[in-house]
């Protein structure tokens, strides 16, 4: 008997499956022409939604249909921070529910994914910064949600190699601490969830795009996609940086604006860079992987853009404002760097929502953030489908409040320009 060959590819996407061995990753499916749902989108939260749906309401006899890979848009892309610490009730609701499903997840999909609560520190730089972060730690321990202020010189001891010299533009001042925040290996969640939702019958479809949306009476019948046309009484559209341009086939136009949001990595580096730090004057971020790079994004070019690729001058200032910070990286080789498409909400807030289609679900508009709600996000908007009405987290975040003015406006606490 010749043993089977696997490509280290393949090792990272099947994972070893304990004692029985390897398992295969998900089922590549051709599509049937009929499904109790079908799921737009195999990015993290399209995957997540199809893993709980099967899960935890039965449903299974159902599709992700992806027009790439799966895992590679902005899930393949993003710099995978993990941190619950928003301003507002209602996204500290649906933050501290995706960090409490993120805590037990790779145990329970039974897939590495390199989960690691190191801490993330958001820097202040002037009184008014101060004033803002102190606040939104006081409002995030009012809800529970792990939180702390911390002085310069606390700041020096938990991240020793960043500078905290007075001798530059924007000193470090001080910086809100979220320990049980940190980063963890964005494909292996992306496939974990596939291979789990796999297993319980879930067809993946890749390569196949989804080009209009049938509809009869105003209730959604069906999809039109480049392997022909599926029939479905529920359809959900979880295409991240695309959702105006899903929602759009289906006649609803979206309060959304796409940009480019870049990263970058370095070489990789023995073990130096301990947290996670964020700043939002000078604007930068920046963790080291378990590999040794250092992962560096960027604030949104602030065009409007479907390229998956971005301008270099904003790739200048992310650089400046990562040395000014960390002076010690001023010799660093830089290896790779890419864009993804990022939804901007008007309140920098997610859709999370029924629309005026009957049987026609969007989750979207996660903008620069949406990588660290992807469990949470994936468990309520499977409730919404399977119920056909928002749970109490997911109802903040529909889209009549785009009508009744009732907006999550969370543009500081997303941590990221725009
Ligand atoms: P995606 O992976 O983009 O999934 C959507 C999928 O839909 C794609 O695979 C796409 O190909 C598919 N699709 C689109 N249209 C169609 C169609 N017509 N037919 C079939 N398939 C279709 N968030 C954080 O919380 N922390 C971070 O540190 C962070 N860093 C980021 C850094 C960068 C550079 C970027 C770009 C984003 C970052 N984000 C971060 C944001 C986060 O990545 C996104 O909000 C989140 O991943 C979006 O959800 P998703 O994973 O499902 O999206
Ligand atoms: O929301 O924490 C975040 C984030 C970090 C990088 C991009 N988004």
Redesign the pocket.
């Known amino acids: 008997m010749t043993a089977k060959r696997y490509s280290l590819l393949s090792l990272f996407r099947e994972g070893l499956n304990g004692h029985k061995g390897w398992q295969p990753a998900w089922r590549a499916a051709e599509p049937k022409r009929r499904y109790d749902a079908v799921i ?7 995957c997540a939604t199809a893993y709980y749906l099967a899960k935890e309401h039965g449903l299974t006899n159902i599709a992700v ?4 890979w ?13 941190r619950s610490n928003y301003l507002y009730d209602e996204s500290a609701a649906i933050y501290d529910h995706a960090m409490q499903l993120w805590k037990g997840l790779g145990r329970e999909l039974n897939f590495n994914i390199m989960m690691s609560h190191r801490g993330v520190l958001n820097l202040a730089h002037d009184d008014n910064e101060m004033r803002q972060l102190k606040r939104r730690v006081e409002a995030n321990q009012l809800n529970g949600v792990d939180a702390e202020w911390l002085d310069a010189k606390q700041v020096k001891e938990y991240c020793p190699i960043i500078s905290i010299s007075p001798d530059v533009r924007y000193p470090v001042l001080g910086a809100t601490l979220q320990r049980s925040g940190g980063v963890n290996r964005h494909d292996a969640v ?1 496939w974990g969830y596939a291979r789990a939702a796999s297993a319980l019958g879930v067809d993946f479809i890749e390569k ?4 209009g949306i049938e509809i009869e009476n105003g209730k959604v019948t069906g999809v039109r ?1 480049t392997k022909g046309d599926i029939k479905t009484g529920k359809l959900a559209s ?5 959702s105006s ?2 929602a759009k086939m289906a006649g609803i136009r979206l309060p959304i604006e796409s940009h ?4 970058l990595v370095s070489e990789p580096l023995k073990p130096i860079h301990n947290c996670v730090v964020m700043s939002n004057a000078v604007h930068a ?1 920046c963790s080291q992987s378990d590999k040794g790079e250092l992962v560096i ?2 604030g949104i070019d602030p065009h409007i853009s479907y390229t998956q690729r971005g301008a270099f001058s904003i790739l200048e200032e992310e650089i400046a404002a990562l040395l000014e910070l960390f002076p010690i990286f001023s010799r660093l080789r830089l290896m790779r760097h ?5 939804d901007v909400c008007p309140d920098a807030s997610a859709i999370i929502s029924k629309t005026p289609v009957a049987g026609f679900y969007i989750n979207g508009g ?9 469990p949470g996000s994936g468990h309520v908007f499977a409730d919404l489908i399977a119920n056909d009405k928002p749970n109490d987290i997911a109802a903040p975040f529909t889209l009549e409040r785009f009508e009744t003015g009732k907006l999550v406006a969370e543009h500081g606490a997303a941590a ?1 320009a725009h």
């Open positions: 737009i989108g195999g990015g993290g939260h399209g249909i992806e027009k790439g799966i895992g590679g848009g902005n899930a393949g892309r993003n710099t995978t921070i993990i992306v196949c795009e989804v080009t996609t979880v295409t991240a940086g695309h341009v899903t480019p949001l870049q990263a971020y994004g960027a890419w864009g993804g498409i990022v996660w903008g620069t953030g949406g990588w660290k709600a992807t990221v």
